[in-house]
Each structure stands twice: as structure tokens, then as C-alpha cells.
């Protein structure tokens, strides 16, 4: 069974920049899509960024430019690195495992197994 467990959240000034992880056990990193999504209070769950096996990569218009996703496979590891924070990033950011050989899809019915959650909060 698949775990994942995000860290690195934490609040920080409008500009600012975090770094998040996600650590991934269980079955063999390398062959799986990961994702990033977020979830604000009173919104749905919205993609953030995904990332396949090739690591080809995806990015919700909204963060194009200022996030960047990313793996470590001999780590299996997933980062999220988020510059040019902005207060509309505040969200409970959470990572998810895709398909075997799998496209960084877009939609959460994509992506089987989630984590816990991290909370990034941007102060304005």
C-alpha cells in the first residue's frame, strides 16, 4: 500500500518562497505520475502541478512561471518549489499518485492514493 507524507509548508510573506516534499513508500517510484493539487477553505480541490515517469510536466495556468515541480527518484521524493508566493496560494496543498506510466493528468479522479496535507499560508 502506497503512503505519502507532504512537508515543508508553512506561512510566509507575500513574494516569498517554500519548498514542499512529499515522501513516497510502498510501491516503486519511478513508474507512477505524481501531482500536486491545493485546496483552499470553502473551494474544491484545483490541480497545481504533475509530473510523469519521463518527467514531462504540467502546470495549472496559475502558477506557470513561479512553481516547479519535480522528483528524486533514488529519494522517492516530490518536490513543489513555489516562488512569487501570493496570498491567493493559501491552501492545504496535498501530493497524489497517478498511473503506472502514466501523463501528468489534471483531474483528481486521476490520481488513486493522496496524502495528508500541508498547509501553506501567504500573508499579505
Known amino acids: 500500500q502506497v503512503q505519502l507524507v507532504e512537508s515543508g509548508g508553512g506561512l510566509v510573506q507575500t513574494g516569498g518562497s517554500l519548498r514542499l516534499s512529499c515522501a513516497f513508500s510502498?510501491?516503486?517510484?519511478?513508474?507512477?505520475?505524481m501531482a500536486w493539487f491545493r485546496q483552499a477553505p470553502g473551494k474544491e480541490r484545483e490541480f497545481v502541478a504533475a509530473?510523469?515517469?519521463?518527467?514531462?510536466?504540467n502546470y495549472a495556468d496559475s502558477v506557470k512561471g513561479r512553481f516547479t515541480i519535480s522528483r528524486d527518484n533514488d529519494k522517492n521524493t516530490l518536490y513543489l518549489l513555489m516562488n512569487s508566493l501570493k496570498p491567493e496560494d493559501t491552501a492545504v496543498y496535498y501530493c497524489?499518485?497517478?498511473?503506472?506510466?502514466?501523463?501528468?493528468?489534471?483531474?483528481?479522479?486521476?490520481?488513486?492514493?493522496w496524502g495528508q496535507g500541508t498547509q501553506v499560508t501567504v500573508s499579505s
Open positions: 510502498g510501491r516503486t517510484f519511478f513508474y507512477y505520475a
Open positions: 497524489a499518485v497517478g498511473q503506472k506510466w502514466g501523463s501528468p493528468q489534471v483531474r483528481p479522479q486521476d490520481y488513486a492514493d
Open positions: 509530473i510523469d515517469w519521463r518527467s514531462s510536466t
